[in-house]
């Protein structure tokens, strides 16, 4: 039989990538979601609630695709199934949100850095071999929250608002690229013990990187620049009114500031080659083409 991988968050947005990647690469996936998707090597639980699912024997390596600090109340079922090799996906935030002014960001930053402590220790136990990424801007095939909502505001509105002058920097990376990373640490034994930070293979301004979508869409850029502090508090509004979960004041501060990550750690120890910002919009755009 095939090598077992167990893969979490198998319905994100790396996961349905990630399966069909190591289902293509001869591994034997076991896909771990919430709702059942018909799949016959599907294990239908909740990672909140590590009883709702049992492992259908031995597993010798999970990818965990899914919240890090889901991690914590399911590593001791893995390891008891005989768990080896560990990859986990966090997020470069942990190091992004760390001084944000919002305490929300901020406690997010905690709960990352918290949930890959324990990772390292648990692992480090028990003689798991556990390799921890943090992506920073995800995007791809129209899944992600970030580039697609971008997309989403530009094809219902006609333009986009940036804070300030947009000079932040980003680097966007792309769900394959990920994927190919998974892969390429699977039996590294290199990487065994590390983290790595994946950032994409281009660097851009935010707003560049609008400019680039609007590009994509074939839609003629029309960006409206507006002051720090008002955008703030536009912010500030549509979090009172629940507009969104996620929006917070302090999203229009980062947009200023430089969200950069050196990724040539993972150039090395593994041939981490990340492609360029968008170069197919029709694949990663919702409404282009």
Known sequence: MNESVLVTGANGVIGPFLTAALARNDYHVMALTRTDRHGSSEIQGDLEQPESYSLPGEVRAVVHAAPIWLLKANLAQ???????????????????????????????????????????????????????????????????????????????????????????????????????????????????????????????????????????????????????????????FANRLHFSREVDPAMADRMEQDLCFDHSNASTDFGYTPSRFLIDPVRDLPGAG
Not at 93 to 116: I, Q, V
Not at 146 to 171: D, E, H, L, V
Not at 177 to 182: F, Y
Not at 192 to 213: A, D
């Open 78 to 236: 893995w390891h008891a199934a005989g768990l080896a090799r560990l990859i986990v996906f966090s997020s470069s935030s942990s190091a992004t949100k760390t001084h944000s002014p919002s305490g929300r960001e901020r406690g997010l930053a905690e709960k990352l850095l918290a949930s890959e402590r324990h990772c390292r220790t648990f692992c480090d136990r028990h003689d798991i071999a556990c390799t921890i990424f943090s992506p920073t801007l995800i995007y791809g095939y129209g899944r992600d929250r970030n580039i697609s909502r971008i997309a989403g505001w530009i094809r219902k509105y006609g333009f986009f608002p940036i804070a300030g002058k947009g000079r932040g920097k980003r680097q966007p990376v792309h769900t394959d690229d990920l994927v190919a990373a998974c892969l390429a640490v699977m039996h590294a034994k290199s990487t065994h013990g590390k983290s790595y930070f994946l950032s994409g293979g281009e660097t851009l301004s935010y707003r560049e990187m609008v400019e680039r979508i609007f590009v994509g869409l074939g839609v003629r850029p029309h960006i409206i620049r507006v002051p720090v502090a008002m955008y703030r508090i536009v912010l500030q």
